[in-house]
């Protein structure tokens, strides 16, 4: 049996070039600033380390990890009410499965494009890898827009999207999962479809209704899990949560889990926010019926926080402004990428901002990581913080493999451990000499290892 020899003569030497490698992912994904900001980021983040480590040179790692291991498109044709034939688009990217089954969400929204597919897929690999659970990097989705639909017509293009995608996915393959737009009504949706053609009862999807195989708690899992991070930020600066005055950005499932858990842990939470402005409300979103009502605004897809102010007196509504501009000591992105920017990020520091968490996927853009890792604000990356729905959705799959379903809190303590073990890996490679832990650094090294490591043992297979 032939087995290829390593060329290892340039080892003792070996340096990566970061500025050569930042150029050609720039150059090989034109157009794609999404995707070229999430591999910058890794890039200068784990440079060092791949430096210590000649072994990841040697096998080509790290520009073998840029490259998905496949993008899939496809167009979708589906009818609305009024007889008419529409069509979108449709993606799947499975960037990489050295670790298990390529997982990651499916996102029905206009603004979904190749380019958002492939830097969510990218950063779900480094994600997935985090909790420690066998699962790969992948991304889906649709720019089609459930907002002002029926529920006839969001049948309809589920069952049309679903009828292309499942060619590609499987429970050992491919588990997708929801994401912006895609809650349990869209989940079940796709789920019964693929059962029409498939003809099995298996768990090739995540966040289905709790008849039907799903998981407890994982709708709250992402505000969840990002809340228990915080605790552990907080934990590393000897700190508390209770009494901290916080911001969020959102409305949906996960700015609602993240109010919830606030709430029950003793922070006051006083803002929220939506695409038409934000609400304060001093004195906190935290009883059960103002974050009940948050869920409720979520259901009715109208997409405004508006009529919050309208329902409770001691909330007023602050039209088209940013949340960012009120005044507090954590601030929590839970709506979508880049929607905090360098001049968000200045804001929150003039106003003496303690601990930034992305909760949404590269919720802050580059300029106002900087700014903030300057002035030595305790910062999450998205990729760490947020790893509590994907972490939940891959207990749901391992329910399903064993045929049973766990207790409220038995998932809820299962994903309490995953997140304290993400925060301590991040703490690991990101403390740095002056004691900052720089958490994005140490996110991407955790997340990297695995994946490498894994790489490396399989070949050059992946």
Not at 48 to 65: A, G, L, M, S, T
Not at 121 to 142: D, H, I, R, V, Y
Not at 313 to 319: D, G, L, R
Request: aromatic fraction near 8%.
């Amino acid at each position: 049996m032939h087995t290829q020899k390593l060329n290892t003569n340039h080892l003792k030497n070996n340096i990566m070039d970061l500025k050569k490698l930042v150029a050609d992912v720039t150059a090989k994904n034109p157009g794609q600033p999404l995707y070229i900001q999430a591999a910058t980021e890794v890039l200068e983040t784990i440079c060092d380390f791949v430096n210590e480590h000649p072994k990841y040179d040697q096998y080509k790692i790290v520009e073998r990890i840029l490259e998905p291991e496949r993008i899939v498109k496809f167009k979708v044709t589906w009818v609305d009410d009024k007889g008419e034939i529409q069509v979108n688009r449709g993606y799947r990217v499975q960037h990489n499965m050295a670790i298990g089954p390529y997982k990651g969400g499916i996102r029905f929204h206009p603004t979904v494009t190749e380019d958002t597919m492939k830097f969510l897929a990218f950063e779900q690999t480094f994600k997935n890898s985090l909790t420690t659970l066998p699962m790969g990097g992948g991304k889906g989705g649709s720019d089609f827009d459930p907002k002002g639909k029926s529920e006839g017509e969001v049948m309809r293009f589920c069952q049309a999207f679903m009828t292309e995608l499942q060619k590609y996915i499987g429970a050992d393959t491919d588990v997708p999962a929801g994401d912006i737009g895609v809650g349990g009504r869209e989940i079940g949706f796709m789920y019964g479809q693929y059962k029409r053609l498939r003809g099995e009862h298996v768990g090739v999807l995540t966040g289905k209704g709790l008849e039907w195989g799903g998981s407890l708690i994982r709708p709250e899992a992402t505000g969840f899990g990002a809340v228990y991070f915080l605790e552990g930020m907080l934990a590393a600066k000897k700190d508390k949560l209770a009494g901290k005055r916080c911001i969020i950005s959102g409305f949906g499932n996960v700015a609602w889990g993240t109010a919830l858990k606030l709430a029950e842990l003793g922070a006051k939470l006083v803002a929220i926010s939506g695409p038409d402005g934000y609400i304060i409300d001093e004195e906190g979103i935290t009883t059960p019926e103002k974050i009940a009502y948050m869920d409720e605004l979520n259901a009715t897809r109208n997409n405004v926080v508006e009529p919050f102010a309208k329902k409770f007196k001691s909330a007023k509504f602050v039209k088209g402004k940013k949340v960012w501009e009120v005044p507090c000591e954590i601030a929590m992105t839970c709506a979508i990428q880049n929607e905090l920017n360098g001049d968000d990020a200045k804001k929150l520091i003039e106003n003496k901002v303690k601990y930034v968490v992305e909760v949404s996927n590269m919720g802050c853009t580059a300029d106002a990581v900087a700014a903030l890792q300057k002035k030595k604000v305790s910062f999450a990356p998205g990729k760490a913080a947020n790893a509590g729905g994907v972490a939940t959705s891959g207990l749901e799959m391992s329910q399903n493999a064993m045929h049973l379903s766990w207790t409220r809190e038995e998932v809820d303590e299962k994903l309490h451990g995953i997140m304290n073990s993400i925060h301590a890996n991040c703490v690991k490679y990101g403390t740095e000499k002056n004691g900052y832990i720089n958490y994005v650094k140490g996110a991407n090294i955790a997340g990297f290892i695995k994946v490498a490591d894994a790489m490396i043992a399989q070949g050059i297979a992946y």
